[in-house]
């Protein structure tokens, strides 16, 4: 099966995402998309950027986040539910679709929960590929739920990290991310408090979900030349470092409009200086300069990520079975016949 033909939208399911990565391999995967979002940030200045469209509600938050580059549009559909989980749900879950400029019709369907955490754990490393200290090989993650697992692993395909010092306020949630990353080549302890895990380590990553303005890491917890990859507070309302930290922290961000509303600079000033990652990447700002600095990804999840993720997934496509073809685009005789295209179902169901 190819994606030659035009009349069939391709549709990637959740098993042919599992299939897909695991044909892959986990650490491929994540460096290969990594390849693809430093290529879509590195060209920042020419997509159609916004702040996603958020629709709130008491227990969670229902987004749409959408961007284009002038050839493919992509958006993704999104929520975040903290309280999902205790109901033997998950806290994220998600689809995307890429679609032709030129024509507007959709070019691919795909699951993306799995691959939100794929895109977000290989964004983090990205980020902290120019703003960790050099020679990081310790990270502590606090919040060892869907998304811990996804972080480590991009962490030491592209950082070459392999010391874990993990912390959960559930800990059987610490035990299952231990568990699932046994014989990868980490070396993993499981801590007591946040402040255990902090201990020693070079980069800590941040990954709870609560819907509150939360304190996972106070400031004597974070000392001189840390990287920080706070990835938890993605919402308004929702954070996770005492303001004490950004302030003493060289905060890069993804988009400012957005994250100013969603990340954990709303508890700052509105006009704060921040840094932006394209910038970064593109050397237009310096990354870490000083070994003592204390850097900040304040990670949201931006649209263009997303993007390059469907952007990454379609092309592997081309050479893989690993999709549906889903009868997604009306195709009648003469395009203006529509409702010809109908009778003719009609006619053909009555004999
Ligand atoms: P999850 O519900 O699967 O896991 C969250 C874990 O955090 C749970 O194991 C929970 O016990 C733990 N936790 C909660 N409060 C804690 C605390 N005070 N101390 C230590 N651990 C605590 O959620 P997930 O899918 O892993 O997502 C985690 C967070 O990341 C969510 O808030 C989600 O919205 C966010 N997220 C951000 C991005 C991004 O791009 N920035 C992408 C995906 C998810």
Same mark, same amino acid.
């Given at each position: 099966?190819?994606?030659?033909?035009?009349?069939?939208?391709?549709?990637?399911?959740? $098993?042919?995402?599992?299939? +897909?990565?695991? #044909?892959?391999g986990v650490d491929r995967f994540l460096t290969d998309l990594a390849?693809?979002?430093?290529?879509?940030?590195?060209?920042?200045?020419?997509?159609?950027? &916004?702040?996603?469209?958020?629709?709130?509600?008491?227990?969670?938050?229902?987004?749409?986040?959408? &961007? %284009? #580059?002038?050839?493919?549009? !992509?958006?993704?559909?999104?929520?975040?539910?903290?309280?999902?989980?205790?109901? /033997?749900?998950?806290?994220?879950?998600?689809?995307?679709?890429? @679609?032709?400029?030129?024509?507007?019709?959709?070019?691919?369907? *795909?699951?993306?929960?799995?691959?939100?955490?794929?895109?977000?754990a290989a964004?983090?490393a990205?980020? @902290?590929k120019?703003?960790?200290?050099?020679?990081?090989?310790?990270?502590?993650?606090?919040?060892?739920?869907?998304?811990?697992?996804f972080?480590a692993i991009a962490f030491k395909a592209l950082l070459g990290v392999n010391?874990?010092?993990?912390?959960?306020?559930?800990?059987?949630?610490?035990?299952?991310?231990?568990?699932?990353?046994?014989?990868l080549g980490?070396?993993?302890?499981?801590?007591? %408090?946040?402040?255990?895990?902090?201990?020693?380590? =070079?980069?800590?990553?941040?990954?709870? @979900?609560?819907?509150?303005?939360? *304190?996972?890491?106070?400031?004597?917890?974070?000392?001189?030349?840390?990287?920080?990859?706070?990835? !938890?507070?993605?919402?308004? /309302?929702?954070?996770?470092?005492?303001?004490?930290?950004?302030?003493?922290?060289?905060?890069?961000?993804?988009?400012?409009?957005?994250?100013?509303?969603?990340?954990?600079?709303?508890?700052?000033?509105?006009?704060?200086?921040?840094?932006?990652?394209?910038?970064?990447?593109?050397?237009?700002?310096?990354?870490?300069?000083?070994?003592?600095?204390?850097?900040?990804?304040? %990670?949201?999840?931006?649209?263009?990520?997303?993007?390059?993720?469907?952007?990454?997934?379609?092309?592997?496509?081309? =050479?893989?079975?690993?999709?549906? $073809?889903?009868? +997604?685009?009306? #195709?009648?005789?003469?395009?203006?016949?529509?409702?010809?295209?109908?009778?003719?179902?009609?006619?053909?169901?009555?004999?």
């Amino acid at each position: 099966m190819t994606i030659a033909n035009l009349n069939i939208v391709p549709f990637v399911s959740v $098993e042919n995402m599992m299939k +897909l990565v695991l #044909d892959i391999g986990v650490d491929r995967f994540l460096t290969d998309l990594a390849v693809y979002i430093e290529e879509d940030f590195r060209r920042w200045e020419l997509f159609d950027k &916004t702040p996603r469209v958020a629709s709130h509600s008491h227990d969670g938050v229902i987004e749409l986040m959408p &961007t %284009s #580059d002038g050839q493919l549009y !992509g958006f993704k559909y999104v929520n975040g539910h903290p309280k999902n989980m205790r109901e /033997g749900r998950q806290t994220v879950t998600a689809f995307g679709v890429l @679609a032709d400029v030129g024509s507007g019709y959709p070019m691919l369907l *795909t699951e993306m929960t799995i691959l939100t955490a794929l895109r977000t754990a290989a964004t983090s490393a990205v980020a @902290a590929k120019y703003l960790a200290p050099k020679g990081s090989d310790t990270m502590a993650i606090i919040g060892n739920g869907a998304q811990s697992e996804f972080q480590a692993i991009a962490f030491k395909a592209l950082l070459g990290v392999n010391k874990l010092r993990l912390y959960d306020i559930n800990i059987s949630a610490s035990r299952k991310c231990a568990s699932n990353l046994k014989g990868l080549g980490f070396d993993i302890a499981i801590c007591t %408090s946040g402040q255990e895990a902090v201990e020693g380590a =070079h980069i800590i990553t941040t990954v709870t @979900a609560d819907k509150q303005y939360a *304190t996972i890491l106070t400031d004597n917890m974070v000392g001189t030349g840390v990287h920080i990859n706070a990835v !938890g507070g993605d919402c308004p /309302g929702k954070t996770e470092l005492h303001r004490d930290i950004l302030l003493r922290s060289k905060i890069v961000v993804e988009y400012p409009p957005q994250t100013r509303i969603e990340g954990e600079i709303q508890q700052l000033a509105a006009d704060y200086p921040v840094v932006e990652l394209w910038q970064v990447m593109t050397g237009k700002v310096a990354g870490r300069h000083d070994p003592s600095e204390i850097t900040l990804f304040d %990670s949201v999840g931006f649209a263009i990520e997303d993007f390059s993720a469907l952007r990454y997934v379609r092309d592997q496509l081309l =050479h893989t079975k690993r999709f549906d $073809e889903l009868d +997604l685009l009306a #195709d009648p005789d003469e395009p203006r016949d529509l409702f010809g295209m109908l009778l003719r179902q009609a006619a053909k169901d009555a004999a």
